[in-house]
């Protein structure tokens, strides 16, 4: 369920490439525009492709609707708290770039949102990285709740989660106020998360496990300035031991001044 045929990986690189070639700022963007930079996105027209399969699945494979609907709202209520692990244990963790093998995936997936907040190239997650997760997540708790048809009625649901978490961390950086009073919450939360202090404010949808463990504050004034909110703890010292972060960083920015020279003849 979670892999994509060669033709199809093609067609999301292609996706990917013509999408990039668009500059996406949240600070200079509206919301009209946001929407559409979202439902173009190729990762978010996976998930919705793949929810629709998963419903299907789940409807063809039904005894009764309840244990199917249990099993989606399992999903819900767990997925919380695996986004608040994963984000303060993984992605805020340091192994990651201590090793040249996961370096870049973890300069990918969070080193450069913390480097260019409003960049949204690198704020949605990638495919490879968001996949396998809610594969693991969702379809044991699928299984547990309602046997085989409780499988694609999990991933069902866990598609509906990314793309809603996906869109709610874009409004988060939107240069935009939201309706929504629990929207405007988490959007100050996540903003003093990256702007003050990066130890605390871990959930992007919910601050419910923040509270649990101790890692919540409601204004930037509750806990000191942190000094590594923009480069999460990778120094200058740290470089200096684990420089492959800092080699793709040199190496993008020469790229990139070599396309803007390319592009200037």
Not at 48 to 77: N, T
Not at 140 to 166: D, R, S, T
Not at 209 to 233: E, I, M, Q
Request: with cysteine; net charge neutral; aromatic share 14%.
């Amino acid at each position: 369920m979670g892999g994509i045929s060669a033709t199809s990986g093609d067609y999301v690189d292609i996706g990917y490439k013509r999408w990039l070639e668009q500059d996406y700022l949240l600070d200079r963007m509206t919301l009209s525009d946001l929407v559409k930079a979202y439902f173009t996105y190729p990762a978010i027209q996976v998930y919705l492709l793949l929810f629709a399969v998963c419903v299907g699945a789940a409807v063809y494979l039904m005894e009764a609707p309840l244990p199917l609907l249990l099993a989606a709202g399992l999903c819900f209520l767990v997925y919380p708290l695996v986004e608040y692990l994963l984000h303060r244990f993984l992605l805020h963790g340091r192994w990651l770039y201590r090793s040249p093998k996961t370096a870049a995936l973890w300069k990918r997936i969070h080193f450069d949102h913390h480097q260019n907040p409003n960049e949204l190239s690198v704020l949605f997650g990638a495919l490879h990285t968001t996949l396998p997760i809610i594969v693991l997540v969702t379809a044991p708790i699928g299984w547990l709740a309602a046997g085989l048809p409780g499988i694609p009625a999990g991933l069902a649901a866990g598609f509906v989660i990314i793309c809603f978490y996906e869109y709610g961390h874009c409004i988060q950086h939107l240069s935009y106020k939201p309706r929504l009073r629990y929207l405007q919450r988490i959007k100050r939360l996540h903003l003093a998360h990256h702007f003050h202090n990066e130890t605390g404010n871990f959930g992007i949808t919910s601050n419910i496990w923040d509270h649990v463990f101790g890692t919540y504050y409601g204004k930037p004034g509750a806990v000191p300035r942190s000094p590594t909110a923009r480069n999460l703890g990778y120094t200058d010292q740290e470089r200096e031991r684990y420089p492959w972060v800092a080699d793709l960083t040199e190496a993008e920015g020469d790229d990139a001044l070599a396309r803007e020279g390319h592009g200037a003849s």
